[in-house]
């Protein structure tokens, strides 16, 4: 008897293993600094447009940040140091990115106004969406394995798009391959965009608004 309640209390008892990465309100750690690194970037990416036009330097610090975006995830899983702030930090500088990107490349006549307008306020239309779900008491959705295709062809798009406007011998297969992976990124976008509206909607039809709607969905 002994042993069989043994057999059932010691897997229960297990402690947190590194496939379960504990997030902190740690502020000082590698991938907070890195993001911080990149919110540094965007004004000066932002400028390098802009300003002197220098497309090649601009280039360089819009490839810079996706790199140190895809090293901050990884470090933090490596060294164990996913944060609160990080959490928060590092897609707040992917979105200032985005748009800062859209519109100078807009102002620069690389992209349509348009497409830069869809883009930017598929998102703005979703982050208030979000009040249905808080409304609820329910976490946000859960993000479309679509929606990260979208992203992803929209992240190498954009590049493709800067460097095709240079005098080197890729810039017409970046014209090429750039321009077209916005087309279909953008398609992508709307898509997702409107199924999530539409996730959205279903759950403001079927599940009822808390009485206090300021409270948390757990309170008593």
Same mark, same amino acid.
């Given at each position: ?27 000082? &750690? ?5 993001? #911080?690194? @990149? !919110? ?8 390098? /447009? =802009?300003? *002197? ?14 790199? &140190? ?5 990884? #470090?933090? @899983? !490596? ?8 959490? /928060? =930090?590092? *897609? ?129």
């Amino acid at each position: 008897m002994d042993g069989g309640n043994r057999s059932h209390v010691e897997p229960a008892a297990e402690p947190m293993t590194s496939a379960d990465p504990v997030v902190t309100d740690r502020i000082l &750690t590698v991938p907070n600094l890195l993001s #911080l690194l @990149r !919110l540094i970037g965007v004004p000066v990416f932002a400028y390098l /447009l =802009l300003g *002197p036009e220098a497309d090649g330097w601009a280039l360089a610090v819009l490839m810079l940040s996706g790199f &140190t975006d895809w090293a901050d995830g990884k #470090l933090a @899983r !490596l060294l164990n140091q996913m944060s609160t702030l990080g959490g /928060l =930090l590092d *897609p707040l500088v992917d979105r200032l990115y985005v748009v800062t990107t859209l519109l100078a490349f807009a102002i620069r006549g690389m992209i349509p106004w348009w497409v830069a307008a869809v883009l930017i306020g598929r998102d703005a239309i979703l982050a208030a969406s979000l009040y249905v779900y808080r409304r609820r008491g329910l976490p946000p959705p859960s993000v479309m394995y679509l929606g990260k295709a979208a992203t992803f062809a929209l992240m190498f798009a954009l590049p493709l798009v800067l460097a095709a406007q240079g005098d080197w011998a890729i810039a017409p297969a970046a014209h090429a391959f750039g321009y077209a992976l916005l087309v279909w990124g953008t398609a992508l976008y709307v898509w997702t965009g409107l199924l999530y509206l539409l996730a959205a909607r279903n759950i403001a039809r079927a599940v009822p608004v808390l009485e206090d709607s300021g409270r948390r969905a757990d309170s008593p």
